[in-house]
């Protein structure tokens, strides 16, 4: 029903900065949230940043500050601006749209099929 494509990855020096887009398309009425996951190697993936239906805003202690979520719906597209990038920040990026199953609990529905983003020291 929905289709994510993410794009915008690539190799940036630690300092540089980044923007990740995601195309949707289908049909999201049953879709609350949008969020950027990502995942290392050998690691699990984490939740980056989310921004409900409503316009709010979530992001892991770790990018807070660095990075900013948002979204243009007359393009249907969801961004993630990385700033400061730091190594730490290398892994592969996932657009995902999330349903809410409970009052503050989110399910991820559909995930795009990543694009690697590398911070190079």
Do not use: H
């Not at 690539?10 to 995942?39: D, E, P, T």
């Not at 503050?104 to 529905?109: I, K, L, R, T």
């Amino acid at each position: 029903q929905v289709q994510l494509v993410e794009s915008g990855g690539g190799l940036v020096q630690a300092g540089g900065s980044l923007r990740l887009s995601c195309a949707v398309s289908g049909s999201i009425f049953s879709i609350n949230a949008m969020a950027w996951y990502r995942q290392a190697p050998g690691k699990q993936r984490e939740l980056v940043a989310a921004i409900t239906s409503g316009g709010n805003t979530d992001y892991a202690d770790s990018v807070k500050g660095r990075f900013t979520i948002s979204r243009d719906n007359a393009k249907n597209t969801m961004y993630l601006q990385m700033n400061s990038l730091k190594p730490e920040d290398t892994a592969v990026y996932y657009c995902a749209a999330e349903r809410r199953i409970r009052v503050g609990v989110y399910e991820v529905a559909y995930w795009g099929q990543g694009t690697q983003v590398t911070v190079s020291s």
